[in-house]
């Protein structure tokens, strides 16, 4: 799956900056655990932080900076460091490692939504869509949505920044043809109407980036049927 | 009179000062990488405490930007520098300068201290993606020609996307607080960030020019 539609330059920037919402963040890093070509933007983002970091003039604190050097002098005989063969992703995982393959979900959502596929547990919704909220207190924007194939949402705008990652199925609007890995990172001036794909249901993520809005990817005469 | 003269011009007592100094002339990113890879393969202490030197009071000031308290950014600051000691033969200094993977290091710090007090849970080791370092190879390494050229195409930008960058950057701030913030539309916000990381990338990428 090579994604064909991206991330943003500016969402890729905010990311980079850490400057996004967590759930923005997680459907950020749900599309750049599957693409390379955003990985490789990412890159460039991040060392714009590394050329500002080091661009930082402090001031001078000599008493309290000798304080902190000398606990850290402190600290390194306690820590010792770690081989060079252990690769840095190699902090186990404990609850990924139970499940596998493609019960997998994506490793960037499972803080809010677990690691498998199977003991997702879909709500529904309106006819032909479930949905899951986050289980995280600060996930009133961060939602897993599953669509019908064949299915015709209304036509509707967004009012902030909104990021949709598809994993599985697929949808057509105006834009193109979003399927597995794409990325839909959307101005609040882009109206659309997406149509979800035949055969499979169309499940995706999306986020807000201002807590408490719901995702216009449903209409927002969804939104008194789900309660938000 | 020259900055040469000028030296010339020290007593003993302050030439010997002035050479004692944490850091008597700036240090290159390659400079960085040989003080790591000597921390990586004797634990060489005198290597990593010129990097600490150099490096903590930046982290701190950047953490503190990010609105950690003074005792926070001190504390994830010791902890940013302690992680680059345990995982220093984890560097790769092809792959990017050492401000690079230490800035990555103190954001993620950063975000995932956030999230515990905003939840009161720890998440999972691992669980922040931006923590692994993604497989792809970057295009190519960065120079440290790339760094001063990359640091001054920053200082070229635009007034209004040279603060959009710092709001980002320096703040995190989100497109919808900077748009508050400024009092500009959110697209307007979100093209300033594109256009200005678009400058910013052609100076990395297009190095050969």
């Known amino acids: 799956m090579t994604p064909r539609h991206h991330l943003d330059e500016a969402t890729l920037v905010s990311y980079a900056a850490g400057a996004l919402t967590d759930g923005m963040r ?26 500002l970091l080091s661009q930082r003039q402090p001031t ?24 060079p063969t252990s690769t840095l992703g190699g902090d186990d995982d404990h609850a990924a490692s139970r499940v596998t393959g493609t019960d997998l979900l994506p490793r960037a959502l499972h803080p809010y939504f677990g690691t498998s596929w199977r003991a997702l547990r879909w709500r529904w919704t309106a ?16 939602i ?45 001036d882009i109206e ?25 990817w449903f209409a927002r005469k969804l939104q008194p049927l789900v309660g938000l | 009179m020259t900055p040469d003269t000028h030296r010339w011009s020290l007593s003993p007592f302050e030439t010997a000062r002035a050479m004692s100094t944490n850091e008597p002339q700036p240090k290159t990113a390659e400079d960085w990488a040989a003080e790591m890879a000597a921390v990586s393969r004797c634990g060489d202490r005198d290597s990593f405490m010129r990097i600490y030197d150099h490096f903590f009071p930046r982290v701190r000031l950047y953490l503190r930007g990010q609105g950690s308290p003074e005792a926070v950014a001190e504390e994830l600051a010791q902890e940013a520098l302690l992680r680059l000691w345990q995982r220093a ?5 092809g792959r990017g300068s050492l401000a690079t993977w230490l800035f990555r290091i103190a954001r993620n710090l950063h975000i995932d201290r956030l999230r515990q007090e905003r939840y009161w849970v720890a998440l ?11 497989d792809e190879p ?17 200082e070229r930008l635009p007034a209004t996307q040279a603060r959009l960058i710092r709001m980002s950057y320096f703040e995190a701030k989100s497109h919808s607080e900077i748009a508050a913030e400024l009092g500009m539309p959110l697209g307007t916000v979100k093209s300033g960030l594109r256009r200005a990381f678009l400058k910013l990338q052609v100076e990395v990428c297009g190095g050969a020019a």
């Open chain 1, 26 to 51: 997680a459907v950020a890093a749900t599309h750049l655990e599957a693409c390379g070509h955003c990985r490789a933007q990412l890159a460039g983002a991040e060392r714009i932080g590394g050329v």
């Open chain 1, 60 to 83: 001078d604190e000599p008493g309290l900076l000798a304080q902190l050097r000398e606990a850290m002098l402190a600290r390194l005989d306690a820590t010792p460091q770690m081989r």
């Open chain 1, 127 to 142: 006819p032909g869509v479930h949905m899951i909220k986050s289980s995280r207190p600060s996930g009133d924007n961060l």
């Open chain 1, 144 to 188: 897993m949505l599953k669509i019908a194939p064949g299915k015709s949402m209304p036509v509707h705008s967004h009012g902030g920044s909104e990021l949709t990652q598809i994993l599985k199925g697929a949808y057509d609007d105006a834009l193109g043809h979003f399927g597995p890995g794409d990325m839909a990172d959307l101005d609040s």
């Open chain 1, 192 to 216: 659309h109407q997406p149509v979800t794909s035949p055969g499979v249901p169309c499940i995706c993520v999306a986020a807000l980036d201002a807590p408490l809005r719901f995702p216009g």
């Open chain 2, 89 to 93: 033969g984890m560097f790769d200094a």
């Open chain 2, 124 to 134: 999972p080791e691992g669980a922040e993606p931006a923590e692994d370092p993604p």
């Open chain 2, 138 to 154: 970057y295009s190519r390494a960065e120079s440290y020609a790339d760094h001063v050229d990359l640091a001054r195409r920053i």
